[in-house]
């Protein structure tokens, strides 16, 4: 008796001691919190081991989500002031550019979509707002990868169906090729936003526009401003897949803060509307008006790997907004609060006694693990640091990044050829997903309609 009630008591201590301890009052506090997430975080990262390939997270990880972690890494930098990492950032960062220095590596030709290019590309704007190291003179520079991509990205622009939009992939032969999702065109929107209010050069604000309206057009933004997945050119885009994801939510509503802080006169109204439009619809991410969740699959136990890292990308920019549009701090801070503190609860799993779970809506850990988990957590956690930290600079206001107007079309243009390594494997395999998807958007079936 003696010696069991002894070894629960230690157990109780010990697990105390290792599980996120967050007071939101104490700058330590949150910082202590956000080192001990990155470093489990970075558990699953060897890229920078020798014989590994730099930028790389291993299986189920994909590409795209690699560069989401690197630029959660910036953001830890940012709100911590942490140099830990950021070597090892700079290297993935610029080891995954390509030969075009465009983020279209030749080994990804597989798995290389519009939205995977973007968060990569995205990570590159955040280290030229934030003033990360400028990588040496030789190597390619944060603002010139930004709009490398962008440039790549507009001239992908697609009018010959639904009447413009980009496609989710870029090669006719992946899995996707016909479907015109949010996130690929809210991407395009967010970085072009980000790029007008660095560089001060209006054409990104007129694509934003342009982008924005199409997707209102076709009711991918609905008049009350829920962003909805995705539709088909197959059926012209004429019906919608009506699942909400919280970084759609997310990557639009950056967007449209960042054009609030760029317009004046009846411009910034339009966009302050869309704000606060997006504001309200992205409620439906946060359970009982408190705890952010994935409401689209986290109550089912269904998210895919994915989906577990989506509520950090709505966490970073719904921190970032309150940068641009400070008006915006009273409805987002308290959210990011009472968030934090639901997740740093569920960091209290897994070996080292502070692993983060999927689900902050439930008390205590949920035995869910992953890189996901970890961002997710990290970057809600490190956002209740952005009143202590300043906003994205410019190039008027102290940005040093060099850019180019004319990067990312390199001359090895492996992608333009690529359309002529199309196997027929690839081309059963693709004309296979189209009658999915076209079969799912009809039936409604398979996706979870939220509204
Ligand atoms: C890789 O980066 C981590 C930081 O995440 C660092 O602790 C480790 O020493 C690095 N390994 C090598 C081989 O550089
Ligand atoms: C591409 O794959 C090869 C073979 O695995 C590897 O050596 C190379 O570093 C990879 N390049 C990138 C940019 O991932
Ligand atoms: C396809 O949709 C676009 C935009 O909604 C429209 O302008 C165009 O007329 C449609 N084309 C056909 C063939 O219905
Ligand atoms: C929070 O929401 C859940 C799910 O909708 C509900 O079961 C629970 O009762 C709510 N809790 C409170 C305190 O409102
Ligand atoms: C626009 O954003 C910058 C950068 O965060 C900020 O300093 C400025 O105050 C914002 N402008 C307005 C009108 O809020
Ligand atoms: C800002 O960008 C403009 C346009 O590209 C350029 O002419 C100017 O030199 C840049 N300023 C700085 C400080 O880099
Ligand atoms: C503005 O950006 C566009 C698109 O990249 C570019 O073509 C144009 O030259 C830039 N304008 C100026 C004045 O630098």
């Not at 209006?202 to 829920?226: A, I």
């Not at 759609?248 to 966009?271: F, I, P, R, Y």
């Amino acid at each position: 008796m003696k010696i069991s009630g002894w070894t629960a008591l230690l157990g109780a201590a010990v697990l105390g001691a290792d599980a996120i301890q967050l007071d939101l009052g104490s700058d330590d506090s949150i910082k202590q919190a956000a080192s001990t997430i990155a470093h489990n975080m970075m558990t699953y990262y060897v890229g920078n081991q020798s014989g590994q390939v730099p930028g790389l997270l291993p299986p189920p990880y994909y590409w795209w989500e690699a560069g989401a972690m690197f630029g959660s890494l910036l953001d830890y930098w940012y709100y911590t002031g942490d140099t830990t990492y950021n070597d090892v950032t700079e290297q993935a960062l610029l080891f995954q550019v390509g030969p075009d220095r465009n983020y279209e590596p030749t080994n990804r030709t597989s798995d290389l979509g519009n939205d995977d290019q973007a968060f990569w590309g995205i990570a590159a704007m955040s280290a030229a707002e934030l003033k990360f190291q400028n990588p040496p003179e030789d190597q390619p520079q944060w603002l010139a990868l930004a709009q490398a991509v962008f440039n790549r990205q507009a001239g992908r622009w697609d009018e010959q169906t639904c009447g413009g939009g980009l496609r989710w992939q870029i090669f006719s032969f992946n899995r996707g090729y016909n479907y015109k999702n949010s996130i690929s065109n809210g991407c395009f929107i967010n970085l072009g936003a980000r790029l007008g209010a660095y560089t001060g050069n209006s054409t990104y604000f007129e694509w934003v526009d342009k982008v924005w309206d199409w997707m209102t057009e076709e009711g991918l933004v609905s008049p009350s401003f829920q962003v909805f997945d995705g539709t088909d050119v197959t059926i012209n885009c004429t019906q919608l897949d009506h699942v909400q994801w919280s970084y759609n939510g997310g990557v639009m509503l950056l967007g449209a803060a960042t054009m609030w802080n760029q317009t004046t006169g009846d411009e910034q109204s339009k966009w302050g509307d869309r704000v606060t439009g997006l504001l309200k619809e992205n409620m439906v991410f946060f359970q009982n008006g408190t705890t952010m969740y994935e409401v689209a699959c986290e109550p089912n136990n269904n998210c895919n790997v994915d989906q577990l890292s989506f509520k950090a990308y709505l966490s970073r920019w719904m921190a970032a907004t309150t940068k641009v549009a400070p008006w915006t701090a009273d409805q987002i801070l308290p959210l990011l609060a009472s968030s934090a503190q639901a997740a740093a609860q569920s960091c209290s799993g897994g070996n080292d006694g502070s692993t983060c779970g999927t689900k902050w809506t439930q008390t205590g850990w949920d035995g869910a693990y992953g890189v996901g988990q970890q961002m997710s957590a990290l970057e809600v956690i490190q956002s209740n640091m952005i009143q202590k930290v300043s906003g994205p600079v410019s190039n008027k206001t102290g940005g040093t990044s060099k850019g180019d107007y004319s990067a990312g079309s390199g001359s090895s243009s492996h992608v333009d050829n690529a359309p002529g390594e199309i196997t027929m494997k690839d081309k059963a395999g693709a004309g296979v997903l189209t009658a999915v998807v076209l079969i799912m958007l009809l039936g409604g079936g398979y996706w979870m309609s939220v509204d």
